[in-house]
């Protein structure tokens, strides 16, 4: 069964730090990764995607993805308090899949 | 664009009604899912669809659920009948599908959020 385990939180770090949310996944043959955030009461929303080993950056997020450890993580520069949020992450299987598994989020909140 | 719209945003009924969720998703999109969402157990694919025609519903848990998409701009979602363990937020999701790997973006929408009494 396909899984992807991240860390519930609640992750509390002060205002202009960074914040580093994990996730690791089952299923080796996941090639594509993408972290969501949500608001309480709200819907996902998609903020970065990944399919390569390494790092990728956009703005203040940079995600990484390390296949070999099955390892996913999204970091934030310059923590808002805005940033507050829970993130999930989601792992597809391959090209000729379209589902997404989630993991059930990193509760994230930025003290000012 | 409107994004993926769902009604209703909450629905509130006793167990043992029928219970039917809406949802439009974005023009163009080819593919729709629903996925359920509570505490316990997180973020679920119920179903998904592509050119309205089901693919996977393996997430549906019971009979009780039954899904349909009748056109490119329409999907419910019905629970009949409706039981307490039911109660969740239940998202609709739609994506299109671009070439390679790096395509197949999910918007969801606002959700509704469904009590069971």
């Known amino acids: 069964q396909k899984e992807v385990e991240q860390n519930s939180g609640p992750l509390s770090v002060p205002e202009g730090a960074i914040a580093s949310l994990n996730c690791t996944y089952s299923?080796?043959?996941?090639?594509?990764f993408f972290w969501y955030r949500q608001y309480s009461g709200k819907s996902p929303e998609l903020i970065m995607s990944i399919y390569s080993n390494g790092d990728k950056e956009d703005g203040r997020f940079t995600a990484q993805l390390n296949k070999a450890s099955q390892y996913v993580s999204l970091l934030i520069r310059d923590s808002q308090p805005s940033d507050s949020a829970t993130y999930l992450c989601?792992?597809?299987?391959?090209?000729?899949?379209?589902?997404?598994?989630f993991g059930k989020g990193t509760k994230l909140s930025v003290i000012p | 664009d409107a994004g993926v719209i769902q009604s209703p945003r909450h629905e509130v009924t006793e167990m043992g009604q029928e219970v039917t969720l809406r949802c439009k998703p974005i023009?163009?999109?080819?593919?729709l899912f629903w996925y359920r969402q509570t505490m316990m157990r997180g973020l679920e694919l119920l179903i998904y669809?592509?050119?309205?025609?089901?693919?996977?519903d393996s997430g549906m848990p019971e009979d009780r659920f039954s899904a349909k998409m009748p056109n490119a701009s329409f999907s419910t979602l019905k629970i009949q009948p409706s039981e307490p363990r039911d109660s969740a937020v239940y998202f609709c999701?739609?994506?299109?599908?671009?070439?390679?790997?790096?395509?197949?973006?999910?918007?969801f929408g606002p959700g509704t959020r469904l009590t069971v009494l």
């Open positions: 023009s163009g999109h080819d593919y």
């Open positions: 999701a739609s994506s299109t599908l671009g070439t390679g790997i790096s395509y197949n973006e999910q918007f």
């Open positions: 299923d080796r043959v996941s090639q594509s």
């Open positions: 989601a792992a597809r299987s391959g090209a000729g899949s379209y589902q997404l598994t």
């Open positions: 669809f592509n050119n309205n025609v089901p693919i996977d």
